[in-house]
């Protein structure tokens, strides 16, 4: 069983960049990763998944050309870089793991999940 933990939120201007990471307590080099956010009066909603060597992503359109999710298995650690960040971004960020290798879109897919971290964007 992994454990995740994310970091990196915090409050940023609109336009303005962070990068969150996800650390695993344990070897993941074989799970998909994925970064979900949940926004107040929403639902928890994909944001952008990774297959488990990195080979495979998929961006959905409120986030293509912005975020980019990336891993480094050594350090057990998956990352989402975003940019161009907008206030509609404002939402508690989650990353989670399924042991299949290979990403899903539904929530349902992952079994592992971290506690979140909270992203506020300003305008």
């Known amino acids: 069983q992994v454990q995740l933990v994310e970091s990196g939120g915090g409050l940023v201007q609109a336009g303005g960049s962070l990068r969150l990471s996800c650390a695993a307590s344990a070897t993941f080099s074989n799970y998909a990763i994925a970064w979900f956010r949940h926004a107040p009066g929403k639902q928890r909603a994909l944001v952008v998944p990774?297959?488990?060597?990195?080979?495979?992503?998929y961006t959905p359109d409120p986030v293509k050309g912005r975020f980019t999710i990336f891993r480094d298995n050594a350090k057990k650690t998956v990352y989402l870089q975003m940019n161009s960040l907008k206030p509609e971004d404002t939402a508690v960020y989650y990353c989670a793991g399924r042991i299949q290798g290979e990403w899903a879109t539904k929530l349902s897919a992952y079994r592992y999940w971290g506690q979140g971290t909270q992203v506020t964007v300003s305008s």
């Open positions: 990774i297959n488990w060597s990195g080979s495979s992503t």
